[in-house]
């Protein structure tokens, strides 16, 4: 399949080629698009056919439901009941990196949400999505555009990697602001329960809520009692080609572990990329450095991390390592990002 890609630098001028890929939306294809978490696989939510071709284009196991993009709060017509929590966190958070867990209705066919009776949905906050899901007239299902296992596209080159031949329609923007996918709630239970962090952290959701709590699955390493509540969750993911270690500890035993794995992996002729802080890039003398950004901004860190994975298979080296970061804020989102790609492979000094 030919796969079309067009860069939208303004909606107003471009917006020729946003009709054109809401008409393939509509018409039952798939259409990659920036938002500001990551880039998404979208087709009609409402179309089990069009649904089922981005299970088949990302190569992604059928009991991992999509999340549904709307682009407004009017969203009754898709489920049973919006609980008051549920519409303060739409009201305080979309559009935005939020996915909000309900009980859906029968207008979402079962392949969209793998045989759930719940549903995820979220309003992104990008004008370009916002524009193809209202001219597409549907909401649009749309997991991240990347082939099943590997670190989410942040920007349209790596959807391009990923999915050109294989799509109808790539739209080009913006790099994508946040770099990790959205924060899921789950609001069919009481209290609600984090299912995924993201970019709306743990600490913003307990001003809106009081009381929530964390899927335990989440931060541990997964075992078999233990299975999440987001089937995604279950699966290797983010994965780079190269093996992924994280070292956990303080700064000065972190930096001498990094360089004395880094030097013995020299002296084996193999190559070795490390993920660093600003703040750290200058301790490691050998290996090749990519930096995260400063560890006083996590959020830059999110931002970079997806693209630092992909960059580090680019450069064909055998490991990677990181430093391990705080678990506040974003840093939830970033550890259970890393955690994932190192498959849990962590080095306590
Ligand atoms: O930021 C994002 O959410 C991005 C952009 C494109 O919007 N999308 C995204 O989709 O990350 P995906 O498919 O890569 O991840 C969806 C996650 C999976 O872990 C899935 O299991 C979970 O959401 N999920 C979807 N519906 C669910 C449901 N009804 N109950 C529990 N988990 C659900
Ligand atoms: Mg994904």
């Not at 867990?101 to 916002?130: F, H, V």
């Not at 055998?318 to 080095?347: P, S, T, Y």
Request: glycine residues 8%; proline residues 6%.
């Amino acid at each position: 399949m030919e796969t079309k890609v067009a860069i939208i630098n303004s909606i107003d001028n471009d917006i020729e080629y946003l009709k054109e890929a809401a008409g393939i939306i509509y018409d039952g294809g798939l259409v990659a698009f920036p938002t500001e978490t990551v880039y998404g696989l979208g087709a009609n939510a409402l179309n089990e056919d069009a649904v089922y071709k981005i299970f088949e284009a990302k190569g992604r196991p059928q009991d991992n439901p999509l999340i549904v993009h709307v682009a407004s709060k009017e969203i009754e017509y898709l489920v049973e009941e919006i609980p008051e929590i549920a519409k303060k966190l739409m009201d305080k958070f979309w559009p935005g990196p939020l996915t909000i867990i309900l009980n859906k209705k029968d207008i979402i066919p079962n392949r969209t949400s793998a045989n759930l009776s719940s549903i995820g949905i979220r309003m992104p906050n990008n004008e370009i999505a916002l524009k193809l899901i209202e001219l597409s007239g549907c909401p649009i299902a749309a997991p991240s555009a990347n082939i099943s296992g590997r670190p989410s596209p942040t920007d349209v080159e790596r959807c391009i990697e990923d999915l050109n031949g294989k799509i109808e329609y790539i739209i080009g923007g913006m790099q994508s602001d946040v770099g990790v996918e959205s924060t899921i709630v789950d609001c069919t239970v009481t209290p609600p329960v984090i299912l995924r962090p993201g970019g709306i952290t743990l600490e913003m959701l307990k001003e809106i809520c009081g009381d929530i709590t964390i899927d335990k699955a989440i931060q541990g390493k997964p075992d078999a009692n233990l299975k999440p509540k987001a089937p995604g969750m279950k699966y290797r993911h983010y994965a780079p080609k190269a093996k992924l270690k994280i070292i956990k500890g303080n700064r000065e035993k972190t930096i001498e572990k990094i360089n004395e794995i880094v030097q013995n992996y020299i002296d084996n002729q193999k190559k070795v990329a490390i993920l660093s802080t600003e703040e750290l890039k200058g301790e490691f003398p050998i290996g090749e450095i990519i930096s995260l950004g400063s560890e006083n901004e996590l959020s830059e860190v999110a931002k970079n991390l997806f693209e630092s994975l992909r960059q580090c298979d680019d450069m064909k080296v055998d490991l990677i390592l990181c430093q391990a970061f705080a678990e506040k804020g974003v840093g939830l989102a970033i550890m259970n990002r890393l955690n994932k790609a190192a498959g849990f492979d962590i080095i306590e000094v």
